[in-house]
C-alpha cells in the first residue's frame, strides 16, 4: 500500500495552480429526442457548458510520446500532462484546464467574414499584419479582449489577416489512459495523469 503524503507534499511544492471548468451537457441535448448538440445552439460548445470550479493545483509535465502516422509510421511528439489527487479536481469528459499561470505567444489568422481571434484567454493583441501593412491599435482597429472580436475603424484588410497575440492556454483534459490507481493507505488517495491536448476529445 502506498503513502500519498509524498505526492499531496510533491503537488503542492512543484505544482503549478490551473482553473478546473467543469463540463456539463447543454440542454440543447436530449438523448430522447437528439443525441448530439445542436448546430448553431448560442450556449454551448460541442454540446457543452462550462463552469469553473476555481483554482486547483497539479502537476504540469511534458512527456515524450509516439504517434502512428498514416505516411511516416511512428512519430515522436510531446504531450502535456498534469497530475492531481483526486479529491483536489475529478476530472470528468470534456473538461477543460486553464493554465493561469502560463503566457503563450501565437501568430493567429483571421478571417475578415468573423473578425474573430479565437485562442484561449486573450491577454494582449500585439501586431495585426497583413501582406503589405501594419495596423495601429486605435487608429485603426480595436479589439474586445474579452470576446477576442476585432472592430475595424478603418478599411483594414481585404480577407486574411495577421494577429500577433498573447493568451492563457485553455486545453482539454484528456483520459487518464487506462492506468489503474495504485492501492493506497486507507484513506489517502493516489495521483492521477492525465494528458492535456489543444483539441477536444474524440466522441
Ligand atoms: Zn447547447
Same mark, same amino acid.
Given at each position: 500500500?502506498?503513502?500519498? &503524503?509524498?505526492?499531496?507534499?510533491?503537488?503542492?511544492? &512543484?505544482?503549478?495552480?490551473? *482553473?478546473?471548468?467543469?463540463?456539463?451537457?447543454?440542454?440543447?441535448?436530449?438523448?430522447?429526442?437528439?443525441?448530439?448538440?445542436?448546430?448553431?445552439?448560442?450556449?454551448?460548445?460541442?454540446?457543452?457548458?462550462?463552469?469553473?470550479?476555481?483554482?486547483?493545483?497539479?502537476?504540469?509535465?511534458?512527456?515524450?510520446?509516439?504517434?502512428?502516422?498514416?505516411?511516416?509510421?511512428?512519430?515522436?511528439? @510531446?504531450? /502535456?500532462?498534469?497530475?492531481?489527487?483526486?479529491?483536489?479536481?475529478?476530472?470528468?469528459?470534456?473538461?477543460? @484546464?486553464?493554465?493561469?499561470?502560463?503566457? &503563450?505567444?501565437?501568430?493567429?489568422?483571421?478571417? !475578415?467574414?468573423?473578425?474573430?481571434?479565437?485562442?484561449?484567454?486573450? !491577454?494582449?493583441? @500585439?501586431?495585426?499584419?497583413?501582406?503589405?501593412?501594419?495596423? +495601429?491599435? !486605435? %487608429?485603426?482597429?480595436?479589439?474586445?479582449? &474579452? /470576446?477576442?472580436?476585432?472592430?475595424?475603424? %478603418?478599411?483594414?484588410?481585404?480577407?486574411?489577416?495577421?494577429?500577433?497575440? *498573447?493568451?492563457?492556454?485553455?486545453?482539454?483534459?484528456?483520459?487518464?489512459?487506462?492506468?489503474? *490507481?495504485?492501492?493506497?493507505?486507507?484513506?489517502?488517495?493516489?495521483?492521477?495523469?492525465?494528458?492535456? +491536448?489543444?483539441?477536444?476529445? +474524440?466522441?
Amino acid at each position: 500500500m502506498l503513502n500519498t &503524503a509524498p505526492f499531496r507534499l510533491l503537488i503542492r511544492q &512543484a505544482g503549478r495552480n490551473f *482553473e478546473w471548468l467543469k463540463a456539463t451537457p447543454c440542454s440543447c441535448y436530449d438523448p430522447r429526442e437528439n443525441y448530439d448538440q445542436q448546430p448553431g445552439c448560442p450556449s454551448c460548445e460541442h454540446g457543452y457548458v462550462y463552469r469553473s470550479q476555481g483554482i486547483k493545483r497539479g502537476l504540469i509535465a511534458p512527456r515524450k510520446t509516439h504517434i502512428l502516422h498514416p505516411d511516416l509510421g511512428w512519430v515522436p511528439v @510531446v504531450e /502535456t500532462t498534469l497530475t492531481t489527487l483526486p479529491d483536489e479536481a475529478a476530472f470528468g469528459r470534456f473538461d477543460k @484546464v486553464v493554465l493561469v499561470d502560463q503566457i &503563450a505567444r501565437e501568430r493567429v489568422r483571421v478571417s !475578415r467574414t468573423t473578425d474573430r481571434i479565437t485562442v484561449g484567454r486573450l !491577454r494582449k493583441v @500585439v501586431q495585426l499584419s497583413d501582406n503589405d501593412t501594419i495596423y +495601429s491599435p !486605435r %487608429t485603426d482597429y480595436q479589439v474586445d479582449l &474579452a /470576446t477576442g472580436q476585432v472592430t475595424w475603424l %478603418t478599411t483594414g484588410p481585404e480577407k486574411v489577416y495577421a494577429a500577433d497575440v *498573447e493568451f492563457v492556454p485553455i486545453m482539454w483534459y484528456i483520459g487518464q489512459d487506462g492506468q489503474l *490507481e495504485v492501492p493506497a493507505m486507507p484513506g489517502h488517495q493516489t495521483p492521477i495523469t492525465g494528458t492535456l +491536448s489543444q483539441t477536444p476529445p +474524440s466522441a
